[in-house]
């Protein structure tokens, strides 16, 4: 599947026409979200099954370009990277720090399980999920500093994106701060992992890091649950005070644009 889905984006690339619908189809089944699609392509209609598709989030489509490239090793293990890696357990891991002090990112991996990292880390962890928040460090730095009252200089950004962070392997060096946030995109994905996360790191649990003004947020971005993750939300409350609220805002925002008959548009018309 890993071939098809990188020969779609290939030609979104380089601009071509494309059926896009069936790369949706396949993208969901390959786990992204649909929320996810939407924030990163839009797409106009040309003919039946021809879609020009725009680029709305390059840093994200970059993300999927290099999850889904196809590999060049053979036999069983090419196999596993090019569309089946969920079937084979990856024998080790690896996180990707970054900090105020240590602007450039910080690799740190497992050898035979244990952990080597390459400098010490800050007090206060925080997981970030979308890719460009964790490489904007200018900016987010400061927004998470001021949500948390603390300096900027304790916050060591570790990067979130995927669902790589909820490897079992990372629970040893997660549960070493004595701070660990998630600043998790406000959506079923980030419910999803966070949920993971919590299960991980029972004895210490994350935070769901919500920005004060988030309801405000949710109502702007014209954020809605579909009638599927209506039902599957459910299954998320009970996690921890922070994400119940933000269960209850995410309804609510719902409630509020169905009232106003909004629709968020992921095609536009058809050429007339």
């Excluded at 300096?151 to 790589?164: C, F, K, P, R, V």
Aim: hydrophobic residues 45%; proline residues 4%.
């Amino acid at each position: 599947m890993s071939s098809v889905i990188y020969s779609y984006l290939a030609k979104v690339q380089s601009q071509q026409p494309i059926n896009f619908d069936a790369l949706i189809a396949k993208l969901v089944a390959a786990g992204v979200a649909r929320e996810d699609i939407s924030r990163i392509f839009l797409a106009k209609k040309l003919k039946k099954n021809s879609y020009h598709v725009e680029v709305l989030l390059t840093a994200a489509f970059d993300e999927l370009l290099m999850r889904f490239r196809p590999s060049d090793v053979g036999g069983r293990v090419g196999a596993a990277i090019d569309g089946n890696s969920h079937r084979v357990g990856v024998s080790e891991s690896l996180l990707i720090f970054r900090s105020a002090r240590h602007r450039h990112p910080t690799v740190a991996v497992t050898e035979a399980g244990e952990w080597v990292l390459p400098r010490v880390l800050g007090r206060v962890g925080v997981i970030v999920e979308n890719l460009e928040n964790f490489l904007r460090v200018d900016e987010t730095l400061p927004f998470i500093a001021g949500i948390l009252a603390v300096t900027a200089s304790d916050i060591e950004l570790i990067s979130g994106s995927g669902n790589q962070v909820t490897n079992r392997l990372n629970a040893n060096v997660l549960s070493q701060f004595d701070e660990l946030y998630c600043l998790f995109d406000v959506d079923m994905g980030g419910l999803r992992m966070f949920a993971s996360l919590t299960a991980l790191l029972r004895e210490k649990p994350p935070v769901f890091l919500v920005p004060p003004d988030v309801k405000e947020r949710l109502v702007q971005s014209k954020y809605a649950l579909t009638d599927q993750q209506r039902q599957e939300v459910i299954k998320y409350q009970g996690l921890s005070s922070e994400t119940d609220q933000l269960i209850q805002f995410m309804r609510d925002s719902s409630r509020v644009l169905e009232q106003e008959n909004y629709l968020v548009p992921v095609v536009l018309e058809e050429r007339p």
